[in-house]
């Protein structure tokens, strides 16, 4: 138990050290990326269980690197808040591994990559030092970049670069904002801040701070009109990637604005900035309604889902103008438990829409039809993560979005209330027509253009199309004595830790759900320190 | 009366402007590289320039850093060699080592994006973001 401090900087340190080891080993042996990104990835969720078991029982865990003072070292810090996070990232990226296994993308740069990101999203969790967030988010991008680029067209190296100029220039604006705060208080820990923000001499350049913190975390958590990047980045990363950054990279930054908000600036001094509920409150709403009209026109399945992504980040982020506009406890819990449940939720829905497009080659919401009867299992999972994404009981998606909704009309935030019961309606406007083509659309061969040929990434073994599409869901219903069986079951593109996971997260959505109140009560503590 | 009361203020006013553009004139520097580099981002068509834009972007905010440090009439702050060297006056230490993390940072960051235009240019063979559209459109 003496121990336990060490298991922040663990988290971080262990999966950027183990980077090193996909190539390093690579050079002897050939796939050993899954096996090394597995084992640590494991380890890292055990990690965050154990110091999940420490933070809610007995508060939270700082580590201070070096022994450096707080004033000017960096302390990793664990709290109620960020321990939750961390317990979703481990787990997406545990889970994620189920998928790309067979689904791909292979290679063990592919695995660096990826070892990488975990590391920097776990910084981005932990820190407790916001020079030291810059530099976490600045990991973070640099390997969604290389993820995203390593999709298979040259499209994805355009969409790369999209990011990566506007990632760039908002972690710069970031900064820009750090330099400002730090000009008026001559510190950059989170918890000194607290203090040493309402004291400042030059509330101006607070204010100005504040002000770029808030353009550069709109760019990185793609809030409308910010959010150009996110569509085709999202897209035109592989689909074994996009379960991955479309859960966890957003959700990271939209953590980090809110840790900004009730730790750092805190909600008082926010309440009292002129404009600052205001502005956040509009940046959120405003991306709600534009993320879901979007979503609505869109025929790629996984375009529409990187569009819904947008609005329901901007429900975050309009919680967060309630918590500072109306001092709401409920709306944090609210926000809190969605980008949680929307993390799993989009986790769940891209590995669907990869599994579907690794299988039928079906990208469009066309293509999805007769889903329903081919593939029950994924389409019924599919179904119930679309329904909680819409948020009807009793799934995650419904707890956050009663949270943030109970919190506006608390405090009488009724446009807020308003949008937040209007988005509802229009996410059920594209889940519908999802749901529509899958269950109520009977296939037609004709409509599938996409089908896919013999791929050249993996040698061609062209007939592995027409095997595994008849027979595939057979294998999930014998369960893995089929799968042993079969022995070459490497020809079938989709595997049965593949759709388990599909499930796994649908199952978790639901339970969730039910853990709703468990979770608001988690994070009491949290929410009675940052909110009197 | 009132007209010289206000002309007085005005006065106040620009001396204190100038005052402000002589002492802090690197803060001003500061944001004219920083407005460019954001020109260069959003209006050159050329996407290597685009990327030297966005270099030049961070640059600024690196110099903000350093010229914030700046105490006048300090020196480097480096430890002295004697065991007890008296009042020293040092410019301060952290942003310059805020600067030196953000400046490694900013190479990883150009270096990725270089790599990225450089697989571009391999499968589009063109540079310009306006050729680069049309080449798309047509596939």
């Known amino acids: ?532 | 009366m009132v007209t010289a009361a206000v002309s007085a203020q005005q006065i106040e006013r620009w001396t204190t402007m100038i005052e402000l553009l002589t002492s802090r004139y690197t803060y001003v520097l500061m944001f004219v590289l920083l407005g460019i580099g954001l020109y260069m981002i959003i209006a050159s068509q050329n996407l290597v320039k685009k990327l030297i834009g966005v270099s030049l972007f961070q640059t600024s905010i690196f110099l903000f850093f350093v010229s914030m440090a700046y105490v006048e009439g300090g020196s480097a702050p480096i430890v002295p060699p004697e065991s007890n060297p008296g009042e020293l006056l040092v410019a301060s230490p952290l942003p310059q080592v805020i600067v030196l993390t953000a400046i490694v940072v900013g190479i990883a960051l150009t270096a990725v994006g270089l790599a990225l235009v450089i697989r571009i240019y391999s499968e589009y063979g063109t540079l310009r973001e306006d050729t680069l559209r049309e080449v798309r459109a047509d596939e």
């Open chain 1, 1 to 532: 138990m003496s121990n336990i401090d060490l298991i922040p900087p663990l988290l971080i340190v262990a999966p950027i050290l183990a980077a090193t080891l996909p190539i390093a080993l690579g050079l002897r042996y050939d796939r050993t990326g899954w096996s090394v990104a597995t084992i640590t990835s494991t380890g890292l969720f055990a990690a965050a269980l154990a110091l999940a078991s420490v933070v809610y029982t007995s508060g939270e865990v700082i580590h201070t690197l070096g022994g450096y003072p707080r004033t000017y070292g960096i302390q990793l810090v664990a709290d109620e808040f960020s321990t939750l996070i961390v317990l979703l990232i481990t787990g997406v990226a545990a889970g994620v591994l189920a998928y790309t296994r067979r689904g791909g993308p292979r290679g063990n740069t592919f695995y660096t990559a990826y070892l990488l990101l975990v590391g920097g999203l776990l910084g981005i969790s932990l820190t407790g030092d916001v020079f030291n967030l810059f530099v976490f988010l600045e990991i973070t991008s640099i390997a969604t970049y290389a993820l995203v680029a390593s999709g298979d067209g040259p499209e994805s190296a355009v969409a790369a670069l999209k990011y990566l100029i506007l990632g760039t220039v908002a972690a710069s604006m970031y900064l820009l904002g750090v330099a400002f705060v730090f000009m008026a208080t001559g510190t950059l820990n989170m918890v000194e801040l607290s203090t040493a923000i309402p004291a400042a001499e030059r509330p101006v350049l607070i204010q100005t701070g504040f002000a770029f913190i808030v353009v550069g975390f709109a760019v990185k958590v793609a809030q409308w009109p910010l959010h150009t990047w996110q569509p085709s980045a999202y897209q035109q990363a592989p689909d074994g990637v996009t379960p991955l950054i479309a859960a966890l990279v957003s959700t990271a930054s939209a953590y980090a604005f809110g840790r900004l908000i009730v730790t750092v600036f805190e909600v008082d001094y926010l309440a009292a900035m002129p404009n600052a509920a205001a502005i956040v409150l509009t940046i959120g709403c405003v991306s709600v309604l534009a993320g879901t009209v979007l979503a609505v026109i869109q025929t790629e399945v996984k375009r529409m889902l990187a569009y819904s992504s947008v609005s329901q980040f901007g429900l975050v982020i309009a919680a967060y103008g309630v918590v500072i506009a109306g001092n709401s406890e409920t709306a944090l819990t609210g926000a809190v438990i969605h980008l949680v449940g929307h993390g799993l939720l989009k986790t769940g829905l891209f590995l669907g829409a990869a599994l579907v497009a690794a299988s039928y080659g079906a990208r469009t919401v066309d293509e999805y039809a007769g889903l329903a009867t081919d593939r029950p299992i994924v389409a019924g999972s599919m179904a119930v993560l679309l329904f909680s994404l819409v948020g009807i009981p009793p799934s995650i998606g419904f707890v956050g979005k009663w949270y943030i909704a109970l919190g506006a009309v608390e405090s009488q935030l009724w446009p807020v209330a308003a949008v937040i019961f209007l988005s509802t309606m229009l996410t059920l406007a594209y889940a519908a027509r999802l749901l529509e083509k899958m269950y109520f659309t009977p296939a037609t061969v004709v409509e599938r253009p996409h089908a896919r040929g013999p791929v050249a990434t993996d040698g061609g073994d062209a007939d592995r199309d027409d095997d595994s599409t008849p027979d595939s869901e057979v294998e999930i219903d014998d369960g893995r004595a089929a799968a042993g069986l079969r022995g070459g079951a490497a020809r079938n593109p989709v595997s049965v830790g593949m759709i388990a996971i599909v499930v796994v997260v649908a199952l978790g959505a639901v339970a969730l759900g039910f853990a709703g109140g468990a979770i608001a009560e988690l994070l009491e503590p949290f929410l009675t320190e940052v909110i009197n």
